[in-house]
């Protein structure tokens, strides 16, 4: 093997032509259609013999002759470049494929050297992300694999008065401290909190409002380029999907958004519920001081919920059953629950457990997909069947099983037939999503606004 390569190299040298003038530059090719000494080697060894010298290795190869940049511009030779990437190839293939273009989606297959995708993105920087949930904002890297820190939100963000600007520098110019980066050197994806759920004329120009101070807050830091994309929005990418509907279980309430080709369908609805984390740890620590179960904070109790908490896939047969569970907690000794940890998340179906006045999870989506149903937004009803959970309390398991089992005995079989429920990437699914834009061959480009772009499209003016 080591011969082989070597003779590659030989062959590119001799190939190479060199002039005596210094300041004239050598010419890249030969217009020799030969493989040299590897013209007898079938076409599918020698993809494998240039997968052991690696992509940088292998691009240089491309100046041997029209037959050796044939070979290394195979698009199965980059796949297996970009599948031991750090992102799943299939993330980076839904991102190319469907991503790359911006927005409106352009799904491009054919024609795409993947040769060029992986050169673009070994190229792209990188982005700062910052998403900031209803409850932990997340911010770190799109090159990282995961957040590099969390901090609890501290911004209210539907009040759009004039208070909004300087809680919003503040907030980003704290994130931007901690992360120790100048803002001015890297471009950022952020994520715009799903907000002003109505249709109306009202809604519309406050999630301008929302947005456009998102932006002039950031480039008021000097940051290169914004890219201001939606929660659920993030949420679906991460899932390797534009249409669908998004539940989010947020820190105070719990929002169900349809979206089609990555627009919310506020036409159709966005149905919220008035129960979020909050109230699931709250419920928790009434059940925990009920049972007569002492604990030393509220996050004693989150911890407990995160780690023991689950959702039964039928509530009163699991009332039966033996379901006690410990868990140590430093500082703080073990924990004991019982029927505890089904009860806690059972509120999500039946809300009015915790004397919360509002539908349950699974008539909520129901109704949402009712709407979208016979709204005959698309001539295929599968875009709505997809169901995306996202935020941290998503994460309780068996929570998409039930809803799931759940909606398929609320609706008929013309709209149940196909529904999935996907559980969430963890407590950052938004983030992940966020991440794919960021790491795209063609990011920045159709993505971003830059300062001078958003001057010239802005059509309001903000009151500071």
């Known amino acids: 093997m080591a011969m082989l390569l070597r003779r590659v190299w030989e062959t590119m040298s001799s190939r190479t032509c060199s002039t005596g ?24 060894v020698l993809i494998q013999i240039v997968i052991l010298i690696g992509p940088k290795e292998a691009a240089k190869l491309c100046v041997v002759s029209k037959s050796w940049r044939a070979l290394v511009s195979d698009n199965r030779l980059w796949i297996f470049f970009l599948q031991h990437q750090q992102e799943p190839w299939d993330s980076i293939f839904f991102g190319e494929t469907t991503l790359g273009s911006g927005y409106p989606y352009q ?17 792209v920087p990188g982005s700062v992300i910052i998403d900031g949930g209803s ?18 939100t501290f911004l209210e963000f539907g009040n759009i008065e004039s208070p909004m600007y300087s809680r919003l520098r503040h907030f980003f110019a704290t994130i931007y401290s901690r992360m120790q980066v100048k803002p001015s050197t890297q471009p950022i994806v952020v994520s715009i909190p799903i907000c002003h759920y109505d249709d109306t004329e009202n809604a519309k120009a406050s999630r301008r409002q929302l947005k456009d101070c998102f932006q002039q807050v950031l480039f008021d830091l000097n940051v290169p380029a914004v890219c201001a994309i939606n929660q659920a929005t993030l949420a679906l990418y991460a899932a390797k999907r534009t249409s669908g509907i998004v539940v989010n279980i947020g820190f105070q309430v719990t929002s169900v958004v349809p979206i089609l080709h990555g627009k919310v369908m506020r036409k159709v609805g966005v149905e919220v519920m008035g129960l979020g984390a909050l109230k699931l740890t709250g419920y928790l620590r009434l059940l925990m001081q009920q049972n007569n179960i002492n604990f030393g904070s509220l996050y004693t109790v989150r911890t407990l919920k995160e780690k023991l908490c689950y959702v039964a896939a039928d509530y009163k047969a699991e009332l039966s059953k033996d379901t006690q569970a410990s868990l140590e907690i430093a500082g703080e000794g073990w924990f004991t629950l019982s029927k505890e940890r089904f009860q806690t998340g059972e509120i999500l179906f039946q809300p009015r457990m915790a004397d ?19 709204a005959e937004l698309s001539g295929d009803d599968a875009w709505f069947k997809t169901v995306i959970l ?23 079989s ?51």
């Not at 799904?107 to 190229?123: C, D, E, K, P, W």
């Not at 935020?391 to 609706?411: D, V």
Request: hydrophobic fraction near 35%; charge should be positive; aromatic fraction near 12%.
């Open 356 to 374: 919360v006045r509002t539908m349950g999870l699974d008539q909520a989506v129901a109704l949402c997909m009712d709407h979208c149903h016979y």
């Open 21 to 44: 003038d210094s300041s004239a530059r050598p010419s890249c090719t030969t217009e020799s259609s030969s493989l040299g000494a590897f013209d007898q080697i079938p076409w599918d």
């Open 107 to 123: 799904t491009l297959v054919t024609g795409l050297s993947f040769m060029h995708i992986y050169g673009q993105r070994a190229q």
């Open 390 to 412: 996202t935020g941290g309390s998503a994460c309780l398991p068996g929570l998409a099983e039930r809803l799931e089992k759940e909606l398929r005995g609320l609706l008929p």
């Open 135 to 152: 409850g932990y904002c997340k911010f770190g890297w799109s090159k990282y694999d995961c957040p590099s820190g969390r901090t609890a």
């Open 414 to 464: 013309s709209i149940s037939n196909g529904i999935r429920v996907i559980p969430p990437y963890g407590a950052d699914t938004a983030w992940f999503g966020a991440k794919l834009v960021g790491n795209l061959s063609t990011f920045p480009g159709a993505w971003c606004a830059t300062k001078k772009q958003f001057r010239q499209k802005s059509r309001f003016n903000i009151m500071w």
